[in-house]
């Protein structure tokens, strides 16, 4: 070992002559611990509830949807368009025409996000372990039928028991709205609830506060859209890894050009997934200033050691010790001490995160998707966390030494 990490780590767990430096030098250290748990469990609970909306988000949302660059629907024809079933990456390929509407079920209104969807769609239903209550139909010989989301369907009272249809209306996309009699001005149509699900946010277009599938005839209808789509939704084969998912996704987009976009599922869901990752590099830095905050105790445990130990200064400057060397040796010392609080906070982080992991020790209040509080540890959020800690500690450690020594 060199000589200044070797005085330094001496220094460590060597006995003040004044107690009270040992007292901080141990509260630094075990305040760097605390701060580095933290860091890692709150890391790891923020992966946990990510992976869920992320899982979430991929069963309800295909893995690709195709919408116009401009305007809000277009007709799917084209070799592109006919050639897609036939893909050996697709697995299912079906038309959407999804829009705002206005409803009405025994005399209760409230606006809805309808998302009309093919008969690809009703067959495979993707949907299917989103059923509350109700059966998974959207069309019952002639009659179509419709798909509550769980939000709509509590602000509304529906129950699929019951025989109350529900009310469409959309403004007509021709005409003059009149102000004396707005309602000749809308397109309307009656369907009747079939089922309820329990949809969870904004994946492919629904929203939490209301949404309603519809067979696609009637959101043509009511639209007056004849043949039109405002999205075609891809579905992928399972065994396709990330990399053939891109390479597909990127030809894609260069067979259809500029008047379409394709969307991975980043891109349908770019705000939810946006302010997951701002509101953990938010955490991130609120705790590291933290951890900053509690370093101070090395700033101050090290500054009265320099003063401590004058007279070893002395000696070794008169054994030939140079300047930067005394400074090596003080620089060390302070990082040791958050160093040392840091390993402990990882062990204790990792360790209590595994054990919420795999035993979920800590419930979660009230009903959610999961009983206790998800974690998932990784690597990642580790080696920030340890270079972010460490990173401190070293400066800490350089203030009163370039100050005093």
Excluded at 142 to 161: H, T
Aim: net charge neutral; proline share 4%; aromatic share 8%.
């Amino acid at each position: 070992m060199k000589l200044a990490p070797r005085i330094a780590f001496r220094y460590l767990f060597a006995r003040k002559s004044h107690n009270v430096i040992n007292i901080i030098s141990a509260i630094g250290a075990a305040g760097m611990a605390v701060g580095t748990a933290a860091l890692i469990l709150i890391l790891s609970v923020y992966n946990g509830f990510d992976g869920i909306i992320r899982d979430n988000l991929s069963t309800e949302g295909p893995a690709l949807l195709i919408a116009p660059s401009a305007g809000r629907t277009f007709v799917p024809e084209g070799e592109v368009f006919e050639a897609l079933s036939s893909a050996p990456e697709v697995s299912s390929v079906c038309n959407i025409l999804a829009d705002n509407v206005f409803v009405d079920y025994e005399g209760r209104q409230s606006l809805a996000f309808a998302k009309g969807v093919d008969s690809r769609f009703e067959e495979e239903n993707p949907l299917a372990g989103k059923l509350v209550s109700g059966e998974w139909s959207l069309h019952k010989g002639e009659l179509e039928m419709a798909a509550v989301g769980s939000a709509l369907a509590y602000k509304l009272g529906v129950n699929p028991r019951f025989t109350s249809p529900i009310r469409i209306y959309y403004p007509a996309r021709k005409g003059v709205i009149s102000p004396s009699n707005p309602l000749a001005s809308l397109r309307s149509a009656t369907i009747y609830p079939s089922c309820t699900l329990d949809l969870y946010t904004s994946a492919s277009g629904y929203d939490s506060e209301g949404v309603l599938i519809v067979p696609i005839e009637t959101m043509r209808t009511i639209t007056d859209s004849p043949g039109e789509v405002s999205g075609v939704e891809i579905r992928l084969n399972d065994n396709l890894s990330k990399r053939e998912i891109r390479r597909f996704t990127n030809k894609l987009r260069a067979e259809l050009g500029s008047g379409f976009t394709v969307k991975d599922r980043y891109m349908q869901h770019e705000a939810i997934y946006k302010m997951m990752s701002w509101e953990k590099t938010a955490i991130f830095l609120i705790l590291f200033f933290i951890v900053g905050i509690i370093a101070l105790n090395i700033y101050g445990s090290l500054s009265m050691l320099i003063i401590e130990k004058q007279e070893d200064v002395a000696t070794l400057k008169a054994m030939g010790a140079s300047d930067a060397l005394v400074k090596r040796i003080f620089v060390l010392e302070g990082w040791f001490i958050s160093l040392l609080g840091m390993a402990a906070g990882l062990a204790a982080g990792i360790a209590i995160a595994l054990l919420q992991q795999h035993f979920g020790f800590v419930k979660m209040p009230g009903s959610f998707l999961v009983n206790a509080y998800p974690v998932a540890v990784r690597l990642k959020d580790i080696l920030l966390t340890a270079g972010g800690v460490s990173l401190i500690g070293f400066l800490i450690a350089l203030a009163p030494v370039a100050r005093r020594a």
